[in-house]
């Protein structure tokens, strides 16, 4: 699904990633943990292939393609979903509309049939309820006036109706309390299954406790430095992550 082969990033001249390996198969989620300045957050941006996150080393392969000419909007037509620390806020842009465009370019991509008004309405209530959102979040503009949480709630809304094939989640608990972190991680339970992949970058333990990873991944001064098991990420939570930088 994704192979990233020694990838070197840099960003405004400043190297940050420096030689990092990762292979995401088909069906597993991976957690990338670690502390802030660490990288997680450009090696999400570069996968995705954010503006002025420069590659300058390696090679980011999905679906057996490199990813390092391919525009951002074919990366995400092409099944790469990415949630973001900070949401955007899109005033004058209501929420039904911003996902019917949005999930129906993804049809017309792959020669499917698009959604008209009502049949997209019928959809995209049933991916409601599975976020705990109210109707009425349709009708506004996209995260404008949202609380923390709900901007979570959104951006896990637009997941259930793109339907990605790897899904990238940048410290979705950010700022999350028990209620909504329980909330997000059961929309992310019942949309993993065998065919879709997750990353999930993270600096707590506390979501990786309602969502399981296959593989736990450690960052450190745009390296990895250690992988393992979901055990590797209760050993940080009790030791923190001073073991692993001597």
Known sequence: MLEIKNLHVEVEDKQILNGIDLNVKVGEMHAI???????????SNAITGR??????????????QSLLDVEPNERALNGIFMSF???TVIPGVNNAYFLRAAVNAKKKYNGEKEYDAASFLKFVKTKLKEVDMDPKYLKRAVNE???????KRNEMLQLLCLEPELAI?????????????????NGVNKYKNSSRSFLVITHYQRLLKY??????????????????????ALKLEEKGYGWLES
Request: hydrophobic fraction near 30%; proline fraction near 3%.
């Open 51 to 64: 503006e002025n996150y420069n590659v300058t080393k390696g090679d980011i392969i999905y679906k057996n």
């Open 145 to 151: 006036g949202f609380s923390g949480g709900e901007k």
């Open 85 to 87: 620390q900070y949401p």
């Open 169 to 185: 989640l940048d410290e979705t608990d950010s700022g999350l309390d028990i209620d909504a972190l329980k909330i997000i991680a």
């Open 211 to 232: 969502i399981e990873p296959d593989v736990v991944h450690v960052l450190i001064d745009g390296k990895i430095v250690k992988t393992g098991g979901k055990e590797l």
């Open 33 to 43: 943990m670690g502390l802030n300045g660490s990288g997680k957050s450009t090696l």
